[in-house]
Every structure is written in C-alpha cells, then in structure tokens.
C-alpha cells in the first residue's frame, strides 16, 4: 500500500518532466502516426466541436471534454473505490498477519506475502485497483496538453482570464486544483481504520505537486485538474461518504462491544450460580 502511494505520487511529480519533454510539432489532419493522428488529433477535434456545441469557448470545451471523460471511467472509478472500501475492512486482519510475521528475514516476509495474496483472494480485493485510475488518466493528460499546445487555435484560445497555451498569471486554477486534490485525499483518508504518515504524505503532498505543476503548464490543464478534482469529491461523497462509513463502522463496533458484555455478563452469572 505504501509503495503504490508513493508511486502515484512520484508519479505526478514526474508529469512536469515529461510533459515538458513532449513534442511541440504542429499537429493537423495530416499528421502520421497512431499517437498523432489518431488521438492527439482526435482530442483537439473534440475539443473545437465541443467548443462551438456550447457557446463557441475553448475553456467550456474542455471542461465538457472532462466531464465526459470522467464519466466514461466512472465504472472504473467505482471498481477502485470498492477495492479501497474491502481494503479497509480487512485492515485488523491484514494488522494481524503483519504482527504474526514481523520478522524482517526473507522466509518470514516470503510467509508474510502470501498470507497478505491468501486474505486479498478470499476476499475479492485486488491491491494494485486504486493505480488503474492514475494509470488511465496519465495518457489523457498528456494527450490533453501536446492537443493543446500544438493546435494553434487551441493554444491561442482564452477563457476567462487566461491563455489556454500559458499558465494561469494569477495561479487561481492552479491553488483550486490544489485544494480539490487536498479534499479528494482527505475524504479518501479519513474513512482508513488506522491512519499513519503514509496518509499525510498523500493528503498534503499530491496537492502541493499539483498546485507547482499547474503553475508551470497551460492553464488549460489547471481546468482539467481542477474539474477532474471537483468530480471526484462529489464521487468520493457519493460513492465511499467517509462521514457515513465512520457512522457505520462506530455503529458496527458499538454492537460487537455490547455482545461481549452480554458474554461477560452471562460468564459472570455462571460463576456465581457455582
């Protein structure tokens, strides 16, 4: 679990690098190539018709183009957020094999493992699920921002205050995607039987890479960030509520609790009858 946070996060921070890196070339109905013709192209395609469907706005394009692209991975999103619900019910037993096996030597943590595969198999949880939506959206934001930079009546485009091509000279996009990353984390977090410093890495750390890569890139994709972010709390709240799993779980212990007494209670009662 640790290590697939700390690579969704290293993750992000390398988006930056890579985006910078990408090929500016001008890309047309001429352009070759199964990454330029058929989705770079295809993506600023779909940005212009949703543009001029609604009003005629490069910034309203793309956030349409968001929405729809949200939607479309809805299902996975959910997938994810199920596996992350089964995770976090199985946290005291998976608690307890790691205090089983704490030995630090390759046979034990060799035991360790497939123990950990054993209780993930029996229970239908697959540990790498919460990577899939990171490892789908990747390409989209690259394939978002070369649609942008090398259309020029993309990059050229305004919306609000800004140039699409350039980034946000008020950083405002950029903190609001920050913000909405800090809530998606936080309401994600929050609903974790046990908290540790993994969590605050993850709660603080993704959106303050977030806010410096917005920053540094076109404002265009601080609209995606921040509309993508902004969906995904609404979905957090409907799909794994963490103010309602908390309820459930507090509800769910206080009646483990009040059984144990009655079992208390009963024990007692026989102990006197003798």
Known sequence: MKHKKLFGTAGMGALLLLLAGCSTKPVTANSTGIWDHYIIW?????????????????GVGIIVFTIIIRIIILPLMQYQMNSSRKMMD????????????SSK??????????????????????????MLPLIVQMPVLIALYQGIQRTSAL????????????????????????????ATSKLTTMSQVQQNGMNTVMVWGMPIIILFTA????????????????????????????????????????????IQRKVAKAKRGKKRKR
């Open 90 to 101: 199985l946290q005291p037993e998976m608690k307890a094999i790691q205090a089983k096996y």
């Open 215 to 258: 920053i540094n890139l076109p404002s265009a994709l601080a609209v995606y960030w921040v509309i993508t972010n902004a969906f995904s709390v609404g979905q957090t709240m409907l799909l794994m509520n963490p103010f309602k799993i908390r309820a459930e779980r507090a509800e769910k212990e206080a009646a483990q609790r009040a």
């Open 42 to 58: 295809n993506f600023s395609r779909a940005i212009i018709w949703l543009s001029n469907l609604f009003g005629g706005s490069f």
């Open 155 to 182: 990059r050229a485009g305004t919306f609000l205050w800004m140039q699409l091509g350039k980034p946000d000279p008020y950083f405002i996009l950029p903190i609001l995607a920050a913000i909405f990353t800090w």
């Open 105 to 130: 030597d390759m046979e034990t943590q060799q035991k360790l493992q497939a123990e950990m595969s054993k209780l993930y198999s029996e229970n239908g949880v697959h540990p790498f699920a919460s």
